[in-house]
C-alpha cells in the first residue's frame, strides 16, 4: 500500500495550516523530552518566534538505561498539550506502548513511533488503527526494506497519514552517534508516496554539523528536518550533548534558510 507502484501522488500529511509532503519542507523542533511546562514554553515561544508550526517533545523516553530519566509520562502530553494550544502549535510526541495510543490521540497531533519501536509490531497495528498521523522513526539497524514494511504495517490497518524519518543508523563509524544514511531519502521518495524527514540530532550526535546535514537532507528531497532544541541543554534531562540552545536553533534556523532550500 505504500509503494508508488500503488499510488503515484504523494501522500500529504496536514497539521493545521501546515502540510507535509507537498513540496514546502517542513522544520520540526523541539526538545528531546518533556521536562517541565517551564522548559516547554520557552522552547514553544522561541520556535512560534521563528516561524514554526510544529513542536516535537519527548514524554516516554526509550532510555538505554533504566536508571536514566524515563520521561513524564501522560503528564508530558497533557504539558505538550497546554503549550500547543497556547502558541498555536501542532505537537509530536512518541509513544511506546499500544495501550496508550488511543489516550495520546486526545493530546498530541503526530504519534512518533521511535527507532527502538519500528518492528513492534502491536505498537504498530495500534497505530494503524487510529487516525492520527504518525512519524514512523528508522529502527537502530533497519534496512530501508524492514522500514517501509513496518509503515505497511501501520497503513495497512487504515492509517493511511504515515510519515517515515531516517534517524541515522548503526555502523562502525564512532565519528558520529550514528551514521545518517542521506542515500535512504531518495530511495524512500522513489518507492513509496509517503513523506520522508530526517532527524538531524540523533543521526549525527554533534551539534556542529546540524546545519550541513539539514541542508543535505533538503538538498537530496527530504519534506522536513527535524532538531531538538532545548532551553539549557547542559541540564537537559536526556541528549544534554546534542541538543541546540535557542539561540544556536536560530543560527542553525538561519543557515538552513539561506540555502534556500527550506
Ligand atoms: C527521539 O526522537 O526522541 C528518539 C528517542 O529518537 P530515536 O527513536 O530515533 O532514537
Ligand atoms: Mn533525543
Redesign the pocket.
Same mark, same amino acid.
Given at each position: 500500500l505504500v509503494s508508488r507502484k500503488k499510488k503515484q501522488e504523494d501522500t500529504l500529511v496536514q497539521l493545521g495550516s501546515t502540510v507535509i509532503g507537498g513540496g514546502t519542507p517542513v522544520m520540526i523542533a523541539g526538545p528531546? *523530552?518533556v521536562e517541565s511546562y517551564e522548559q516547554v514554553r520557552q522552547v514553544a515561544a522561541a520556535l512560534k518566534q521563528a516561524g514554526m508550526t510544529v513542536m516535537r517533545g519527548?514524554a516516554f523516553k526509550p532510555r538505554t538505561s533504566p536508571y536514566d530519566f524515563q520521561g513524564l509520562g501522560i503528564d508530558g502530553l497533557k504539558i505538550l498539550k497546554d503549550v500547543a494550544s497556547e502558541f498555536g502549535l501542532k505537537t509530536i510526541s512518541e509513544i511506546v506502548d499500544p495501550a496508550h495510543i488511543e489516550i495520546a490521540c486526545e493530546y498530541i497531533d503526530v504519534i512518533q513511533i521511535g527507532a527502538r519501536n519500528m518492528q513492534n509490531f502491536e505498537l504498530l497495528k495500534a497505530a494503524g488503527n487510529v487516525r492520527t498521523p504518525v512519524l514512523l522513526k528508522r529502527g537502530l539497524a533497519a534496512t530501508i526494506d524492514e522500514f517501509v514494511h513496518a509503515a505497511e504495517y501501520i497503513v495497512s490497518r487504515g492509517n493511511t497519514q504515515v510519515m517515515l524519518i531516517e534517524r541515522g543508523i548503526r555502523t562502525y563509524e564512532k565519528a558520529t552517534r550514528n551514521t545518517l544514511d542521506i542515500s535512504a531519502v531518495p530511495i524512500l521518495k522513489q518507492e513509496t508516496h509517503l513523506p520522508v524527514l530526517v532527524d538531524v540530532?540523533?543521526s549525527t550526535g554533534r551539534k556542529d554539523i546540524l546545519a550541513p546535514c539539514a541542508r543535505a537532507a533538503l538538498a537530496a528531497g527530504a519534506d522536513g528536518v527535524m532538531v531538538?532544541v532545548h532551553p539549557d541543554p547542559a541540564t537537559a534531562l *536526556?541528549?544534554a550533548a546534542?541538543?541546540l540552545n535557542i539561540p544556536e536553533f536560530h543560527d542553525f534556523l538561519a543557515s538552513v534558510r539561506k540555502s534556500g532550500l527550506l
Open positions: 528531546c *523530552s519527548g540530532t540523533h531538538e *536526556s541528549d546534542q541538543q
